[in-house]
């Protein structure tokens, strides 16, 4: 099984016993404990920060499409589909699709599409006009994977468009080791039960990564791409924003 396979069934698991803790991680929440009406309100402020952002620095110059990286079930999808006039929602769960789709069944600007690879060959060259990933690189499976999807985002992102993503920099070292993601995987291969594994033992197969600053701009910069601006709110919450 390859790695991004795992990865999938990773987050189809979490789809199917407790969808809104695995996008955004609260252990109040856990256990279908998270309001959706609050849920959905964290993505709407997220969004509102982001455009006044973008409009601080006069992008993205036009809003006819948004592309959400990782939508998961739809946490930013009400939010952009009222500010652009076409939202695409883009996950590797189709699990978490599904509930997208069922949250969000009356917005007609708004389309969910499943990607189980390495890339993003269903988009055309510079065709998105704001592309916005957050909470989802960072639980990529190898920094090999992060960097084509970064690379895909520069080439799909219209000129004068505008590339959002968050990143951690760093991630101490006794979060490294992530002993509970990896017996995760270890009995979830012996094939118990996910609903036993996140229910009641609350182990996770999600796992973090970083990538330095200076890795990161360095690598978007050869790609083509201008950084922007960088919010640094802590170690793991980088924030960069890019144009072409």
Not at 15 to 43: I, K, Q
């Amino acid at each position: 099984m390859t790695l991004l396979t795992r990865h999938r069934q990773a987050w189809e698991d979490i789809g199917r016993v407790d969808p809104m803790w695995g996008v955004l991680n609260d252990a109040s929440r856990r256990h279908g404990r998270w309001d959706p009406a609050e849920f959905f309100a964290t993505g709407e402020r997220d969004i509102v920060r982001v455009l006044e952002r973008g409009e601080q620095i006069g992008l993205p110059r036009q809003r006819k499409v948004a592309l959400d990286f990782g939508c998961g079930v739809g946490r930013f999808t009400r939010a952009l589909a009222s500010q652009f006039e076409n939202y695409i929602g883009v996950d590797i769960s189709e699990t978490m699709l599904e509930q997208a789709r069922e949250w969000n069944r009356d917005c007609t600007r708004c389309r969910f599409v499943l990607n189980t690879t390495g890339d993003l060959r269903p988009f055309e060259s510079a065709s998105i006009d704001l592309i916005y990933t957050k909470y989802v690189l960072q639980h990529l499976p190898s920094t090999a994977l992060v960097q084509s999807y970064l690379s895909e985002f520069v080439r799909i992102l219209r000129p004068e468009g505008l590339l959002v993503f968050q990143l951690p920099s760093r991630i101490a070292p006794i979060h490294r080791i992530q002993p509970r993601r990896r017996l995760y995987d270890l009995l979830r291969r012996l094939g118990i039960s996910e609903r036993l594994l996140l229910g009641r033992l609350e182990l996770t197969p999600i796992r973090m990564r970083a990538m330095p600053e200076a890795q990161v701009t360095d690598f978007v910069t050869r790609l083509g791409a201008r950084v922007m601006w960088v919010e640094r709110g802590s170690d793991l919450d980088h924030i960069y924003y890019l144009t072409r």
